[in-house]
């Protein structure tokens, strides 16, 4: 792989003093060219794929694209965007691994994976960064945030190679977020959880027992509380809406790939629930006050403050149904000329 220059990681406020080009996230006044999937984010046309490193990889076999802009930079730190700089910075290495690495941006965006070293590689990363977690200790994390994009992709772009070649040697990493991935592919095997998909609003509906406790998962190398791994639902529905259903624990989210560009098939537009929270609160009779984080959050959710819902499951999906099926559009990622 002949490129016009070599490739550099530069923090994100040093670049966009000089030309650069974006991998992921968004584009700055300096930005010659933005390989991201991220919303409006201006790539060519010819470039868009649904992952930031599947724009990469399009970028690396279109040389008449190719760019002698030094600078690689991003604004924030996930695993998409963390693999879409290290292509760039290594192409060679990066196209002779080129369906596990696409896999695993998948894993850490959709939450999704074809071979599983694809979800162990995105588990590896989120450890390696949380922290609460990390082998490298809360103290050596800045706190300001720039400031830690910095310190975590200047290590793992040394590291990921590694990581992605030795997996079984990176087993203390994965092991943990893997098993409760196979615990919950195997509940969903025995039928002990369940997913009902409800095509004419794009939602799959996901029941678990209702003792089944809260568990920590990553997404986007967050922790967030799941009640079951998203990874095993997501691989599981192409539904994009999804409501989980434990009991009288309530909750909704939209997937990821309804706030990015999407190339391969494009989502239902999102609908704004923030009237449907304020619905089912006025419902709920003042016991339980529920919120939406709104349609411009990267995975939001519509739940009740404290989790629980006193109406019944019925009343919550049909509410929910309603809000879906007659709302107006209201997100949009694309860019106009698309």
């Avoid at 830690?148 to 943990?176: F, K, P």
């Avoid at 404290?306 to 949009?332: C, H, K, Q, R, V």
Wanted: some cysteine.
């Amino acid at each position: 792989m002949i490129l016009p220059c070599r490739h550099t990681y530069v923090p994100y406020a040093q670049a966009a003093s000089a030309p650069n080009i974006v991998i992921d996230g968004t584009p700055n006044d300096n930005t010659v060219l933005p390989l991201s999937h991220w919303p409006r984010s201006g790539t060519p046309w010819k470039l868009k794929a649904d992952t930031s490193v599947e724009v990469v990889f399009n970028y690396l076999d279109s040389p008449p694209d190719h760019v002698a802009v030094a600078p690689v930079t991003n604004d924030h730190f996930d695993e998409d965007g963390l693999i879409g700089l290290w292509c760039m910075i290594h192409p060679v290495a990066a196209l002779e691994r080129r369906a596990l690495l696409i896999d695993a941006s998948h894993a850490g965006d959709f939450a999704t994976y074809r071979d599983r070293r694809a979800a162990r590689i995105a588990f590896s990363i989120s450890r390696l960064v949380d922290r609460q977690l990390s082998p490298w200790g809360a103290e050596t994390f800045p706190k300001a945030y720039p400031d830690y994009c910095v310190l975590v992709y200047s290590r793992l772009l040394e590291m990921l190679q590694d990581i992605i070649d030795n997996l079984d040697g990176h087993e203390a990493l994965w092991a943990d977020e893997d098993a409760l991935l196979g615990a919950s592919e195997q509940a969903l095997e025995r039928g002990e959880a369940t997913i009902e998909e409800r095509p004419d609003v794009d939602l799959a509906v996901v029941r678990v027992p209702a003792d089944w406790p809260e568990w920590s998962a990553h997404r986007f190398t967050q922790q967030r509380r799941v009640m079951i791994h998203p990874m095993a639902v997501h691989n599981r529905t192409r539904c994009n809406r999804i409501a989980t259903i434990c009991g009288e624990r309530f909750a909704f989210t939209y997937r990821y790939e309804s706030w990015v560009q999407m190339v391969t098939h494009h989502p239902p537009a999102r609908v704004d629930l923030k009237p449907l929270a304020e619905t089912l609160t006025r419902e709920e009779g003042g016991r339980h006050a529920w919120s939406f984080d709104g349609v411009e959050q990267i995975v939001p959710v519509l739940a009740p403050g404290d989790g629980i819902s006193g109406l019944g499951e019925t009343a919550f999906l049909a509410a929910l149904g309603e809000a879906l099926a007659n709302g107006a559009p209201a997100w949009d990622p694309y860019d106009a000329d698309d």
